[in-house]
C-alpha cells in the first residue's frame, strides 16, 4: 500500500522548508555523499508500488516509468549493481570483496508492473522482487486504499464521518490532500482500516472490481513469476496492520501466504516483505513470526542502506521508498547516499532495523 509515496509538497510529513533547502544546498556542492559517507551501505534496498500512466489521475500514488527509468540509472552511476536478494544477502557476508549492490522490490502485484516496469526493468537487464499478498491476486481483500482513491477522484466534496470532517475535494492538490489526512488518520490502527472499508462499501465502492482493475489475476502473475527477472515475494495472506493480529493469525498470514504463492508458481518463496512496515505496524514479534514460518528474511519500510550487521537481524531488513512522485533529484539522492538516515537520526546510528 503506498502510504509514504504522495509527493512531499502535499503530505503532512512534508520536510520542513529549512531542511529541504539544506538538503538541496548539499547535493548541489556536491558534499552530500561526504557527509553521510558512514550511512552509505554495502547495499540498499529500493520500495516501488505502481508504475503509472497517469500520475495525476491517480493522485500521485505512483510514479511513471521515465521516474523508474532515471532512478535505476542513477544506481548504476553510483557504482551499485543491481542483483536479487539472494545475492545482496550474500555480498553482505563478504563485504571487503563485494560490489556495492542495490535490489529492486515491487510491493502488492499491481498490473501495472508487468506493463510499464518490466519493460524498463529488461532494458536494464534488472532482476527484481514483486511482494504478492494472497488476497490481491484472489480478490479477497479489503484494498481501502484503492478505494478511498476512487472516491476522491470523482467528488469535489466527501463528508467522512468517522473524523467529523467534510473534505473538499475540487483540484488535485486537494484531493490528494484529503487523501494524506485520511490515510494518516488511520495510521497503524486496523479498526479503522476497516471502518473506512465499510464507509466505502456504502457508497457504492466496489472493492473486488477495483483489485480486479489494478491488480494481477492468478494467470497473469503465474506468467510475470516465470520470467528471469522476477522472485516472487511474500506480502501475507489479507495485508492487515500485524501489530493488531494475535500470534497465531500473524503466523498463519505468513505461512498460508507463503504455500499460497509456491504452489501458484512453483517456486520456493524465501523472503517477506511486512504490509505498511513501519514500527507500529511490525516488530520483534513479526520477525519471529517470519523466522518460524520458514523465510530467510523480512523487510520493513524503516529507511536505511543495508549493512554486514542486517545479518544478525535478516528479519528487519529497511527498504527506502523511492517511488513517489513529482521527486527532486536532490531527494533521490538522499536517499541513495545514506543522507536520509543520517538526518532522521541525526548522525547516530547507521544501521536501521527497529528504527
Known sequence: MPLGQLPETLTGFAKPKLEKAFEEALYRSGLMAFSSRRFSGLGIALMFHEIQDDVEGELYTGCPQSQLARILAEVKKSGREIVTIEEGLQRLKDPANSKPFALLTFDDAYRDNLSNALPVLEDAAAPMTLFVPTGMITRQIDTWWLGLRDLLRVNQELHFPPMDRLFRCTDLLEKSA?????????????????????????????GPALVDRYAMDRETLQAFAAHPLVTIGAHTDTHRILSALDDETVLTEFVSNKAFLEELTGVEVSYLA???????????????????????????????????????SPFLLPRIDVGYFPQRQSA?????????RARLTRWREPVATLT
Open 274 to 312: 511486512y504490509p505498511y512496515g513501519t514500527e507500529g505496524a511490525c516488530g520483534l514479534r513479526e520477525a519471529d513470526m517470519a523466522a518460524r514460518a520458514g523465510f530467510k528474511g523480512a523487510f520493513t519500510t524503516r529507511p536505511g542502506h543495508l549493512f554486514p550487521e542486517h545479518l544478525s
Open 178 to 206: 484529503a487523501l494524506r489526512q485520511i490515510t494518516a488518520w488511520i495510521g497503524t490502527d486496523q479498526s479503522r482500516a476497516e471502518q473506512l472499508g465499510s464507509f466505502l462499501s456504502a457508497l457504492g465502492i466496489d
Open 332 to 340: 533521490l539522492a538522499s536517499r541513495l547516499t545514506g543522507f536520509q
